[in-house]
């Protein structure tokens, strides 16, 4: 245990969030520059990658500068019931519009259980940023005009916007699963429709902020953005907040009515990241600390 405090006392070095309503969808769509202006995808890209290492003896460390010994919170003595597995297995989006010209390879992200997938336009004259969603039941909408798509009865709506229309197309592709896609008026509706036509099964990986050695048991993926993974409708997470306050050693493990929490500094990203475990979980320090130690942060994350 004299190491483990050891090792956790040391600095951290390495170079290496149903259906969303309309304005989460359409938030999706990127506008254009006048006519045609668009939102761009904003990825933070940082020019150094960091290795989050507050570790067990098994954790190797890029730059290992022992620091002052410091006492870890004292373990509860409680019977796990979270269980680590080795890596993690990224959630994918099961579909794909055909590679065009004029459009950057899709982004796929996953949050409160929904897949979407992001196309994002480069032509702006002959093609539009268009999102993919799936969805296990039928949206909330109230209106949109009766359309045949893929064979079956779906409906396209035409909500008013500046600087361009946006066109949302929704329909049932099979036995619980819905698909919805949201794109602007670059296209004519019947583009749109063929546009939905030409989608094919697809494998488009969610791509996460870390890279895990761990991860929870039995709990799925429910949101892989580029600051949090989440598991069991956030029953566990982790994730990368920008920098406050902690104690002088950088860390605090705390446990209260909501659960367990596990919070380290992570200097080179004057970040935090976040580790929680709610009240239906019952999780050892010793494996919260251990999950910590395997969370090796990406220069796709972006704290938030």
């Known amino acids: 245990m004299d190491d483990l405090e050891q090792r956790l006392a040391r600095s951290m070095h390495g170079a290496a969030a149903g259906a969303p309503p309309d304005a989460q969808l359409l938030s999706k769509v990127h506008q254009r520059s006048g006519r045609y ?35 870890l919170p004292a373990a509860t003595g409680v019977t796990p019931s979270l269980t680590l597995v080795p890596g993690f297995q990224n959630p994918v989006f099961p ?19 929904t897949l979407s997938a992001f196309f994002e336009a480069t032509d702006l004259r002959d093609h539009a940023d268009t999102t993919v969603t799936v969805t296990g039941a039928k949206p909330s909408f109230t209106d949109g005009t009766t359309v045949t798509v893929r064979g079956r009865t779906g409906w396209l709506r035409t909500i008013a916007a500046e600087p361009a229309r946006q066109y949302v197309l929704y329909w049932p592709e099979r036995a619980g699963q819905w698909l919805q896609l949201a794109t602007d008026d670059t296209y004519t509706p019947a583009q749109v429709i063929a546009l939905a036509e030409s989608l094919t099964s697809g494998a488009i990986a969610v791509l996460p902020p870390f890279r895990l050695d761990w991860s929870p048991a039995g709990l799925t993926p ?83």
Request: overall charge neutral; proline content about 7%; glycine content about 8%.
């Open 95 to 113: 579909y794909a519009l055909p590679p065009t010209d004029g459009m950057r390879a899709p982004v796929a992200t996953l949050r409160s259980g």
């Open 222 to 304: 429910d949101t892989v953005t580029e600051s949090t993974m989440s598991f069991g409708d956030g029953a566990f997470s982790v994730v990368l907040r920008k920098e406050y306050p902690l104690p002088a050693d950088g860390r605090r493990l705390t446990r209260d009515a909501d659960g367990a929490r596990l919070e380290v500094a992570v200097a080179d990203w004057d970040a935090v990241l976040d580790i929680t475990a709610g009240s239906a979980l019952t999780v050892s320090d010793a494996d919260l600390l251990r999950f910590a130690a395997g969370v090796h942060i990406l220069n796709r994350s972006n704290p938030r």
């Open 37 to 71: 202006r668009r939102r761009r995808l904003a990825v933070q890209v940082s020019a150094l990658a960091a290795v989050l290492a507050v570790g067990v003896p098994a954790v190797a460390v890029l730059l290992d500068r022992p620091g002052p010994s410091v006492p």
